[in-house]
């Protein structure tokens, strides 16, 4: 009776210490299905960019994305790794600008950031962000400065059409929150956060901005801050990934979209020619205090003009790229 209870008690040791590995087994192999499974979705996302309508606009001034090798320098492509330059895809290498991170070292750098912020650095690079593909983190508070800055020649040309396209995935809003703004420049080219003393007090503007109840607006001002555009806000943002779209038609209207839908109808365009300043990306232009968490995935700039056609391509290769739903 004792050795049949004994074998009894063996064989359930057997069959649980089984069950346990075939369990791990099976789970192993999920979830190594699940990591080769995003490998061939960024295999395909880099297949769709390369064959999107984007690469053939040659308006575009620029194009930043982060699936494909080319987009950073070799060994930055790395999960959890601060990024030094965002490299500019467009179709013409002429005259590229690109997006680098900020130093607090060199003050006649363009990319210096006058900031007494402790940590001063470009964005981190994620592996697995918005749609399972690779994006970068823009994280800002009193004590951590994330963001990129293009160089000098990095403007947008202010007597012509343009379209800015962001895909941004919004995660903390709290306080001052820029998507992108511009660089504010002294007489000498050095770059101040102190708006009285850069040249037209920091105009003009152009910013994409989250107020901390979550609404989204936009400001467009002329040369000197005389004349301002202010889109209508967007309200309640959540934690999921938009495709924002400012444009502007010159000497006719400004329009603002959130995935498709237009916030900002028919706002008439009476600014004029308008010298854009560089780009800065993640992070307001003078503010200090400041709390926001969010990743972008892909921003791009057309400076001229588009068909309707080629605009409803551009986003239809968004759409798919990173898995939204236009309204």
Wanted: hydrophobic residues 40%.
């Amino acid at each position: 009776m004792k050795n049949k209870l004994h074998q009894k008690t063996g064989a359930s040791l057997i069959e649980f210490s089984l069950i346990v590995l075939f369990v791990g087994i099976f789970i192993a192999a999920i979830y190594q299905g699940y990591f080769v499974y995003l490998e061939s979705k960024l295999m395909s996302a880099k297949t769709v960019t390369k064959n999107s309508i984007v690469s053939r606009l040659k308006n575009q001034v620029f194009w930043f994305e982060t699936t494909l090798d080319e987009s950073f320098n070799k060994e930055e492509n790395v999960d959890g790794k601060a990024i030094s330059k965002w490299q500019n895809i467009k179709v013409s290498t002429e005259n590229s600008v690109n997006f680098f991170a900020p130093q607090n070292n060199d003050p006649d750098a363009f990319n210096f950031s006058p900031t007494s912020t402790l940590d001063v650095s470009g964005p981190t690079y994620i592996k697995y962000g918005i749609n399972g593909l690779p994006s970068l983190n823009f994280k800002n508070n009193s004590n951590v400065a994330q963001f990129l800055v293009t160089d000098l020649n990095g403007k947008i040309i202010g007597n012509d059409d343009f379209y800015i396209y962001v895909i941004a995935q919004i995660d903390e809003f709290s306080l001052d929150a820029s998507i992108f703004d511009v660089v504010c420049l002294k007489s000498d080219n050095r770059v101040t956060a102190n708006q009285n003393s850069a040249v037209n007090n920091c105009n003009p503007k152009l910013n994409m901005k989250i107020d901390p109840l979550g609404n989204v607006n936009n400001i467009i001002t002329d040369n000197y801050g005389l004349k301002q555009i202010e889109t209508e806000i967007f309200y309640s943002i959540k934690p999921k990934t938009y495709m924002f779209l400012l444009s502007r038609t010159f000497n006719n209207k400004f329009s603002f979209e959130v995935d498709g839908e237009k916030i900002l109808y028919d706002k008439n365009d009476d600014l004029g020619e308008v010298i854009f300043l560089p780009i800065k990306l993640g992070r307001n232009s003078v503010n200090s205090n400041v709390k926001s968490n969010f990743n972008i995935s892909e921003f791009i700039v057309i400076n001229g003009s588009i068909t309707l056609s080629q605009k409803k391509e551009i986003e239809l290769y968004l759409t798919k790229k990173y898995n939204l739903t236009l309204k």
